[in-house]
């Protein structure tokens, strides 16, 4: 993990109410000290990488579903052999599938217009484990197929099962 990637995203700046910057550590409120530009210690730095990193890397997030699935088509049950599994994964043999699209937060009246938002999307709902599952490409194309067919009530019922969960698992 590179603290390159993530170190300079201004969204992810805070501030207090005279301008002093803050710490990036959620829950931190630390100003920041000399050496460090974004952060109040390594610990914290170290702590918003590990955090940033689970939740915001596709990359990350897709191979986490990948091997909780077992590199098993929820579907169909299409399993990739081990020697495959690296270059299935990269390239057209597996998906990681929304269950609940992406397409239907907006509709849904979900905004992305501050970092907040945002973060609360992305981490309760669009890149939430119980909201992702492994597919084949096959199936992935049908079930896509299927929902752009659909009325979509059939997903608005999948959405309150998912917030249900979520609910109960005290996520949101």
Not at 73 to 78: A, E
Request: glycine fraction near 2%; include cysteine; charged fraction near 30%.
């Amino acid at each position: 993990m590179s603290s390159r990637n993530i170190v300079y995203i201004r969204e992810f700046d805070r501030f207090d109410n005279i301008g002093n910057t803050i710490c990036r550590n959620t829950g931190c409120q630390n100003l920041i000290k000399y050496p460090f530009r974004k952060y109040c210690s390594r610990e914290c730095n170290k702590q918003f990488e590990k955090w940033y990193y689970h939740n915001f890397y596709w990359d990350r997030v897709r191979s986490d579903i990948f091997k909780r699935d077992n590199y098993t088509c929820q579907i169909c049950g299409k399993k990739y052999p081990y020697s495959y599994r690296k270059k299935f994964a990269r390239s057209r043999g597996l998906e990681c599938d929304h269950i609940i699209p992406r397409s239907l937060y907006k509709k849904l009246g979900y905004r992305f217009d501050s970092l907040e938002n945002k973060i609360m999307m992305i981490t309760e709902f669009l890149h939430n484990h119980n909201n992702l599952r492994t597919l084949c490409n096959e199936c992935h194309k049908r079930v896509t197929k299927e929902f752009l067919r659909s009325d979509m009530s059939r997903y608005l019922k999948d959405y309150a099962k998912l917030n249900i969960q979520l609910l109960r698992e005290k996520k949101i």
